[in-house]
């Protein structure tokens, strides 16, 4: 151990350093107070990896993402997707599998979860990008292909070979075609305010007439604007949605924050968005051939009367493209059907399934 002594001034401060075998002292004297501070060796090597950090970022070729790892929200093909859904019922029963619309989670079936649960085994699942689901960011990662083949091996991943499938909105036109597709897996499938692709794309033909249509599809395919609208507000364009089908203030205030828990995520609007951004790309099924679209499935659609975005005209044309159709329309409701009247939905949806509630 060595002692050096250091005399600044004329007897007003004495710095004396202590070089020990694991470190340095310092004792600072000053008016006969002293600090003591300990500084270990550990400080050297910390000097050491701080120079070759520093080193590394000056030799790297990307400088700019060296602090900050890739962006791998999506998982790679290897690991799959993570999809939620909630389960009532008895697993022995026939399975009702139920796609939900845009805007909305597994919870828009909540009626319909406590109604059949005696009856099937009521399965209610986040879409990809919804709710607790994985939500791939690339717009690219929500083509209707792979949609169709998330349900596809969601039905067999739960031990099931066929099912009772039901949709609404975009889940119901995920259905159609699911059911076009793979007709073999479905027992009944359930339609509520969409009808069949093929009338769907000659409704897009002639929506010059509905400009709302064109306005929210074309509106939907900027790159972040849509996000930051819909998110603005502390959500409030989902306040609507939520409260449908409330009879009290108190569920009312429960639905939207129950909605707003699952849309005020970071990043939460852009997989349903991504739906719209995919939705006519070349290669996409929606350009499928009407033959190719034909559903041999029983097919029950079901639509409100104030629905604003089709006439029934073209709804009840859904059946020049279904086998067996059944089509039902609620005097009360609008696009919300599950929700708005639930009681009536449900009693349609038993009789079409030919089940007591």
Request: one cysteine or more; a positive charge; hydrophobic letters at 40%.
């Amino acid at each position: 151990m060595g002692l050096r002594t250091l005399t600044c001034g004329r007897g007003l401060r004495h710095l004396t350093v202590l070089t020990i075998l694991n470190g340095t002292k310092f004792v600072c004297c000053k008016n006969e107070c002293e600090t003591v501070v300990r500084v270990f060796s550990s400080n050297f090597k910390t000097l050491v990896q701080l120079y070759l950090l520093l080193w590394a970022w000056l030799t790297s070729k990307d400088r700019l993402h060296f602090w900050k790892p890739k962006d791998r929200s999506s998982p790679p093909a290897c690991l799959g997707i993570r999809l939620h859904y909630v389960e009532v019922g008895d697993r022995k029963k026939p399975m009702l599998l139920c796609l939900h619309g845009f805007a909305e989670t597994w919870y828009s079936w909540k009626h319909q979860l406590r109604a059949f649960s005696k009856t099937h085994w009521v399965i209610a699942v986040d879409m990809r990008g919804y709710g607790d689901s994985d939500k791939p960011h690339r717009a690219d990662e929500y083509d209707l292909r792979i949609v169709i083949d998330d349900i596809r091996q969601l039905i067999l991943k739960l031990g099931k070979e066929t099912c009772v499938l039901m949709g609404h909105g975009w889940g119901a036109g995920i259905g159609w075609l699911f059911a076009a597709i793979h007709p073999n897996m479905l027992t009944h499938f359930i339609a509520l305010s969409c009808p069949h692709p093929a009338t769907l794309k000659y409704n897009f033909s002639n929506s010059w007439r509905r400009p709302y249509i064109l306005r929210d599809l074309f509106f939907f395919q900027a790159r972040w604007v849509p996000e930051v609208f819909l998110q603005s507000q502390d959500n409030i364009v989902i306040e609507s949605i939520a409260k449908i089908g409330c009879t009290t203030r108190e569920d009312a205030f429960q639905e939207v924050e129950a909605y707003k828990y699952y849309f005020g995520k970071p990043d939460a609007w852009r997989g349903p968005l991504n739906y719209y951004r995919r939705l006519f790309n070349p290669g996409s099924l929606m350009w499928m051939t009407k033959s190719q679209l034909r559903v041999r499935v029983p097919t029950l659609l079901v639509f409100g009367k104030r629905e604003p975005n089709f006439c029934q005209r073209i709804i009840s044309s859904c059946s020049e493209n279904v086998d067996r159709f059944d089509f039902h329309v609620i005097e009360s409701a609008s696009h919300w059907v599950q929700k708005e009247t639930p009681d009536k939905f449900n009693v349609i949806l038993a009789r079409f399934l030919n089940v007591n509630l």
